[in-house]
């Protein structure tokens, strides 16, 4: 208890209005909150629940140059006086009566490339420290439903599970099949998909009238 995934709590808060009084479920108000992720949805999550009057700690394994989010919402978390806690990884929950109350982290460092060409986080040993906490927020990414793949033949995806597709038309490997958005790319911008939807759209349209 205490631990909510980025999309769960987002939603909660922004569609549902949980954290007002009469809310039907009300969302759990967060003392000390710890954020795992470096993403623009980890800043929204912080943000979020540092408004809602908890200390927010954002958790992430790599340096501030790696940060994916966006500067503007790095910037604007810094703002609202969230703290980052870099080169820094949770290992293992620590918990009272079904309640979490703390992780053990371990401080990173950036080591050789990897296949992508980015420095591979490592471990430092012995540098095992306790966050204390009452909340844990996971944003650490999503990925795409398997289910439409794995009973889809002839649809081919990547190794990270996503939908392969031309960008320019939205066309699969599957005749009369066209995908776009975070299905194809992954975690994306809301922008990112609509751009994509438009290009499905002409894609579409250009396969039915050669039919």
Request: net charge negative.
């Amino acid at each position: 208890k205490g631990v909510f995934s980025a999309n769960e709590y987002l939603t909660r808060f922004n569609l549902m209005k949980a954290y007002q009084e009469d809310s039907d479920t009300p969302i759990y108000k967060a003392h000390k909150c710890v954020v795992v992720g470096g993403g623009n949805v980890a800043m929204d999550a912080a943000r979020s629940a540092r408004r809602l009057g908890a200390e927010v700690t954002i958790v992430y394994r790599r340096s501030m140059e790696e940060l994916p989010a966006r500067h503007e919402e790095v910037e604007h978390a810094m703002e609202e006086g969230i703290e980052f806690k870099l080169l820094t990884n949770p290992v293992k929950v620590i918990g009272e009566e079904g309640w979490i109350s703390g992780v053990e982290c371990v401080e990173m460092e950036l080591g050789e490339e990897d296949a992508s060409g980015r420095r591979r986080p490592v471990e430092i040993k012995g540098s095992e420290f306790d966050l204390e906490l009452d909340t844990v927020i996971m944003s650490l990414g999503t990925s795409p439903n398997p289910l439409i793949s794995s009973t889809t033949e002839g649809l081919d995806v990547n190794k990270w599970q996503c939908i392969v597709a031309d960008e320019n038309n939205g066309k699969t490997t599957k005749e009369g099949v066209y995908a776009g958005g975070d299905a194809v790319t992954g975690a994306a911008t809301v922008i990112l998909a609509m751009g994509a939807g438009k290009a499905a759209a002409k894609g579409i349209d250009e396969y039915l009238s050669r039919k």
